[in-house]
Nanobody, 125 residues
């Protein structure tokens, strides 16, 4: 069983920034789900992946809609990932989820194995 705990959501005006955090833990004392992904779901829209990274290294990957504005970083020792969101736009308003899976890593929502509870991000114009 894997637990993912997100934090850092909130409300901000367009052009502002927020930083999301996600910490993973496993009841088994080890953690092998090294692909960690941020996804979001806006009202009335399907869930979409926005950024992902392997906690053990390698290049991060982003959806086109957030490239150049969002940055994912990781802390392998803590099994944690972070999402720095800059130049936020009203269309970034959504519930943001952290998810984890074993490799291969993808942004596809249906392939993720574990999910956090989500954190709300609201961007006003």
């Amino acid at each position: 069983q894997v637990q993912l705990v997100e934090s850092g959501g909130g409300s901000v005006q367009a052009g502002g920034s927020l930083r999301l955090s996600c910490a993973a833990s496993s009841r088994y004392g080890y953690y092998t789900y090294t692909c960690m992904t941020w996804l979001r779901q806006a009202p009335g829209k399907e869930r979409e992946g926005v950024a992902g990274a392997r906690t053990t290294g390698g290049y991060p990957y982003y959806a086109d809609s957030v490239k150049g504005r969002f940055t994912i970083s990781r802390d392998a020792a803590k099994n944690a990932v972070y999402l720095q969101m800059d130049n936020l736009k009203p269309e970034d308003t959504a519930i943001y989820y952290c998810a984890a899976k074993s490799p291969p890593c993808t942004l596809v929502p249906g392939t993720q194995q574990y999910w956090g509870q989500g954190t709300q991000v609201t961007v006003s114009s």
